[in-house]
């Protein structure tokens, strides 16, 4: 009987599936593009990889949550900076730090624009910034204004001259010196590693961009998956990445930077919370599984987030077909 036994519990773990990745967070993963197919399949892959905890659900009931979450597998946290939940999960890692992807202290370091800048300083990856509009007189323009916080754009306005920005009745907490800039990426990274790369290309028909908006406006973008074997600058953004870890050691993130016209890579922003569809799912899932478990997914979950990946290709060279030629090298 033994034997029997045995031979079945091999059965079992050869079908077993995958394990699921478990995601604290603020509000639950749904999709949120005006294409319902790619809003389904954010869904699907959130069901079939993710377990999902929306923390408010759990504000005062600490002890379920922690009841719930397995720290023997992976957790994201995608919480708030400080409070109940960073308390948690900065307990919960103590004891578990391998299995926590993302601590609230590092998290806090990327919270606000004038943290982020005032921590790299003067490195030359990053733009000149000053904190006070008269300390902005001695900037070469243009000038890029900006809120501390915000995304999107929304706050954000472009100066030409000093005197148009003393002119301004805007509420800015930071001003950095413009770069002419020749294209515009995300890159969503593990760690040291590069999990894929997105160029930032604007919506043609919303002709909205930081020079052109109103500040109040979003600039509103297409995220075009780049094919790393096709990247020219894959060996400069790698670069990048472990150049962003030295300063702030978070392990989920993404890194916003711009390609100058001369070539040079500048980081521009760290996102320790980015918006996670269908596809960036889909890269994340494997890349966490790798590093936690020591071994890629299964060759049946391999083959159905390429799927999903190709879902995301395919929709979005067909809705935009002219922002994704633009792009410098899509899938």
Same mark, same amino acid.
């Given at each position: 009987?033994?034997?029997? #036994?045995?031979?079945?519990? @091999?059965?079992?773990?050869?079908?077993?599936?995958?394990?699921?990745?478990?995601?604290?967070?603020?509000?639950?993963?749904?999709?949120?593009?005006?294409?319902?197919?790619?809003?389904?399949?954010?869904?699907?892959?959130?069901?079939?990889?993710?377990?999902?905890? /929306?923390?408010?659900?759990?504000?005062?009931?600490?002890?379920?949550?922690?009841?719930?979450?397995?720290?023997?597998?992976?957790?994201?946290?995608?919480?708030?900076?400080? &409070?109940?939940?960073? =308390?948690?999960?900065?307990?919960?890692?103590?004891?578990?730090?391998?299995?926590?992807?993302?601590?609230?202290?590092?998290?806090? #370091?990327?919270?606000?624009?004038?943290? @982020?800048?005032?921590?790299? &300083?003067?490195?030359?990856?990053?733009?000149?910034?000053?904190?006070?509009?008269?300390?902005?007189?001695?900037?070469?323009? +243009?000038?890029?204004?900006?809120?501390?916080?915000?995304?999107?754009?929304?706050?954000?306005?472009?100066?030409?001259? $000093?005197?148009?920005?003393?002119?301004?009745?805007?509420?800015?907490?930071? $001003?950095?010196?413009?770069?002419?800039?020749?294209?515009? @990426?995300?890159?969503?990274?593990?760690?040291?590693?590069?999990?894929?790369? $997105?160029?930032? /290309? +604007?919506?043609?028909?919303?002709?909205?961009?930081?020079?052109?908006?109103?500040?109040?406006?979003?600039?509103?973008?297409?995220?075009?998956?780049?094919?790393?074997?096709?990247?020219?600058?894959?060996?400069?953004?790698?670069?990048?990445?472990?150049?962003?870890?030295?300063?702030?050691?978070? =392990?989920?993130?993404?890194?916003?930077? @711009?390609?100058?016209?001369?070539?040079?890579?500048?980081?521009?922003?760290?996102?320790?919370?980015?918006?996670?569809?269908?596809?960036?799912?889909?890269?994340?899932?494997?890349?966490?599984?790798?590093?936690?478990?020591?071994?890629?997914?299964? +060759?049946?979950?391999?083959?159905?987030?390429?799927?999903?990946?190709?879902?995301?290709?395919?929709?979005?060279?067909?809705?935009? +077909?002219?922002?994704?030629?633009?792009?410098?090298?899509?899938?």
């Amino acid at each position: 009987m033994r034997y029997i #036994k045995l031979f079945e519990e @091999f059965i079992l773990e050869a079908e077993a599936v995958d394990p699921k990745i478990q995601f604290l967070r603020l509000k639950k993963i749904e999709g949120s593009t005006d294409n319902e197919t790619m809003n389904k399949l954010t869904r699907q892959i959130a069901k079939r990889c993710f377990d999902e905890y /929306v923390l408010g659900d759990y504000e005062g009931k600490v002890e379920e949550l922690g009841s719930l979450v397995d720290p023997s597998r992976p957790i994201i946290y995608y919480g708030t900076k400080k &409070g109940w939940s960073a =308390d948690f999960i900065e307990g919960l890692a103590k004891e578990n730090r391998d299995s926590v992807y993302n601590l609230p202290e590092e998290q806090f #370091k990327t919270g606000s624009k004038i943290n @982020f800048h005032k921590l790299f &300083g003067d490195a030359d990856f990053i733009p000149k910034t000053v904190f006070t509009a008269k300390d902005a007189k001695d900037l070469n323009y +243009p000038v890029i204004a900006k809120p501390s916080e915000g995304m999107s754009g929304v706050g954000i306005e472009k100066f030409d001259s $000093y005197e148009d920005l003393e002119n301004s009745d805007g509420e800015f907490d930071l $001003y950095s010196e413009c770069i002419d800039f020749e294209r515009e @990426f995300r890159a969503m990274c593990l760690k040291d590693d590069l999990i894929m790369v $997105y160029e930032r /290309v +604007p919506i043609i028909k919303d002709n909205k961009t930081v020079g052109t908006k109103k500040r109040d406006e979003e600039v509103s973008f297409l995220y075009v998956d780049q094919d790393l074997k096709k990247l020219p600058i894959l060996k400069e953004v790698k670069e990048l990445v472990k150049n962003f870890r030295k300063y702030i050691a978070l =392990d989920l993130y993404s890194m916003d930077f @711009f390609l100058d016209k001369e070539g040079k890579l500048w980081i521009i922003e760290g996102n320790a919370s980015s918006g996670l569809g269908s596809n960036s799912l889909a890269g994340t899932y494997p890349a966490i599984h790798t590093d936690f478990y020591g071994k890629e997914p299964s +060759p049946e979950m391999q083959k159905f987030l390429q799927s999903v990946r190709e879902s995301y290709w395919k929709a979005t060279a067909e809705d935009y +077909p002219e922002e994704y030629k633009k792009s410098l090298s899509p899938h």
